[in-house]
């Protein structure tokens, strides 16, 4: 079996033993219970040498010495905890790793900053108005080079989220259609229950549009494509509030900082309360609203009642909720029972 010291070497070696501690350490486990003079037998060594050998492993905890003797650990205790030491060194190094990623993004937008520094100053243009706001959007997504233009948007109160739905909601769905923007959208849940909304967010997600819900979002800002930043005249609040008063700036690295916002808050938002997977979890809590026992659920939805119950353990996790009546004021909140 020549090939066996080698294979059993490649792996200890990443825990802290060479292939010499790896075959005297397998020696100790043959022999279970040895002195250095046996040991140096065994290993048809010089007995310093395998002594100092010895003093390694016994410092590595992989096996004890006593009177003299020296007497093997189990391996699954003595390797698993050079293993659990190398993990945390390892987790160590990825924590280090990060570190040094971030510091990398730092350093890009240090470089983007001083490109746009040289190529002259940001490009801001003031505006004002709803029409000018929804019509720059798809002039911006016209003009772009490479279409679909991806357009991520936050809307933070309901009065905007009602004028997008009375009014301005056609052009941004054809465009969608017509594939000359890609719509991510974060809303408050509050504007599910407001008439039309849910009408037209059904309309742009079935174009290809995606939009989340948070309970609260901070401010509306929006990223469309890479060089072009939409922020209003004031953080937060409502943009009717300041007759749509809104900043376009075009520079790439406020983009950035708008997009990485805007990940860190898709990622905490919930889908919409609709789709194929979702319609099942609110057809069996809406009709528990009405009173309806889960025998009744599944003959009123032709399915088993071991599938209702199931579309309830969905409905709850989805929602965060305890309880199936937690579930349903929830559902009733987020506008899932209108």
Wanted: aromatic share 6%; proline share 6%.
């Amino acid at each position: 079996m020549p090939n066996q010291p080698r294979m059993m070497s490649d792996p200890l070696k990443t825990l802290g033993l060479d292939p010499a501690q790896t075959a005297l350490y397998s020696a100790v486990l043959r022999l279970h219970k040895a002195t250095r003079s046996d040991l140096a037998q065994a290993m048809d060594g010089p007995v310093e040498k395998v002594g100092r050998q010895l003093d390694d492993l016994v410092k590595l905890g992989v096996i004890d010495e006593q009177s003299g003797q020296y007497l093997a650990r189990h391996p699954a205790a003595a390797l698993g905890r050079l293993i659990a030491d190398r993990l945390d060194r390892l987790a160590e190094e990825s924590r280090m790793i990060d570190s040094a990623l971030g510091s990398i993004r730092g350093l890009i937008r240090d470089y983007d900053a001083g490109r746009d520094y040289r190529s002259g100053p940001f490009t801001v243009e003031m505006a004002s108005g709803a029409d000018i706001l929804y019509e720059s959007v798809v002039g911006i997504a016209v003009q772009c080079q490479t279409p679909p233009m991806p357009l991520l948007t936050a809307v933070p109160d309901e009065r905007t989220m009602t004028d997008f739905a009375r009014k301005f909601a056609d052009p941004w769905i054809d465009a969608q259609k017509r594939k000359l923007l890609t719509v991510q959208a974060i809303i408050p849940v509050s504007s599910l229950v407001l008439p039309g909304v849910r009408d037209q967010l059904a309309r742009l997600t079935e174009a290809g549009g995606e939009v989340r819900t948070m309970d609260r979002v901070p401010s509306w800002f929006m990223a469309a494509g890479p060089e072009m930043a939409g922020l209003p005249a004031h953080w937060g609040g409502n943009l009717p509030d300041h007759a749509y008063n809104f900043y376009l700036v075009r520079t790439s690295v406020v983009v950035g900082v708008l997009t990485s916002l805007f990940r860190e808050l898709w990622a905490r938002a919930v889908p919409l309360p609709w789709g194929r997977r979702s319609d099942g979890m609110v057809q069996v809590l809406r009709l528990a609203a009405q009173g309806m026992c889960d025998d009744s659920i599944a003959r009123q939805l032709g399915v088993s009642v071991r599938t209702v119950r199931a579309r309830f353990a969905d409905a709850m996790t989805e929602l965060g909720a305890q309880s199936r009546f937690h579930a349903g004021v929830e559902a009733t909140r987020r506008g899932w029972l209108r």
